[in-house]
């Protein structure tokens, strides 16, 4: 089974400070995304990554910034956190591009920014 | 524009009822259509999958989905639901002009009353 898993269930930071989510697959997966996901508006891409250290800005990059120096790893940085930041943060990794392939979800972070 | 458009934010239904969440998109190409299960506190997971051939697809859980082209819809139906199908639906299809973004709906939040 493909596993893909984030660092923390839970993370709670505050204001202006830099915050680290990392993501790990398992899978030899080529692609890799992060989503924030918010009530009412469903999922949406902050950045994608197509291979390491290859990245694309998703619908909503502002205030966010990714790393993706091995191929199993695709990390989020939020480089100075602020209140509206906090959301619950899904990663997901699909083996390459091809629109058959489904996405593979990690259990999500739930971030708190005080 | 492609989209996808759930409309039904929320469907309480009772144990053992019969339950359809509805689903449209809008895509000048093909598409390949995804229903997605998120249970509280968890990723998402892939429900079923259209990919071509047969408009009725089977998907886990007892649930399936039809896909119907002229409506360009893809409503996704179970005939007696369980308290444990508590959970938010997401449905979603692949940006199908280059990119290897995703297209995902709100989400429609199933509550399953005993």
């Known amino acids: 089974d493909v596993k893909v898993t984030q660092s923390s269930r839970y993370l709670v930071k505050r204001t202006g400070e830099k915050v680290f989510l990392e993501c790990v697959q398992d899978m030899d997966h080529e692609n890799m995304f992060w989503y924030r996901q918010d009530p009412g508006l469903g999922l949406r891409l902050i950045y994608f990554s197509y291979d390491v250290k290859m990245k694309e800005k998703g619908d909503i990059p502002e205030g966010y910034s990714v790393s993706r120096e091995k191929k199993e790893r695709f990390s989020l940085i939020l480089e100075s956190a602020s209140t509206n930041q906090t959301s619950m943060y899904l990663c997901?990794?699909?083996?390459?591009?091809?629109?058959?392939?489904?996405?593979?979800f990690g259990p999500g972070t739930r971030l708190t920014v005080l | 524009a492609q989209s996808v458009t759930q409309l039904d934010s929320q469907v309480p239904v009772f144990e053992e009822a019969p339950v359809e969440l509805r689903c449209n998109y809008s895509s000048s190409v093909s598409v390949y259509l995804f229903w997605y299960v998120q249970y509280p506190n968890q990723g998402l997971q892939l429900l079923l999958k259209y990919l071509s051939g047969s408009t009725l697809v089977k998907g886990i859980n007892g649930f399936e989905a039809e896909f119907n082209k002229s409506q360009t819809s893809f409503h996704l139906r179970k005939p007696s639901v369980h308290i444990s199908d508590t959970a938010e639906y997401f449905c979603a299809f692949p940006n199908v002009s280059g990119t290897y973004k995703y297209i995902f709906g709100t989400g429609t939040r199933l509550k399953v009353l005993a």
């Open positions: 997901a990794s699909n083996l390459r591009a091809g629109s058959y392939n489904e996405q593979f």
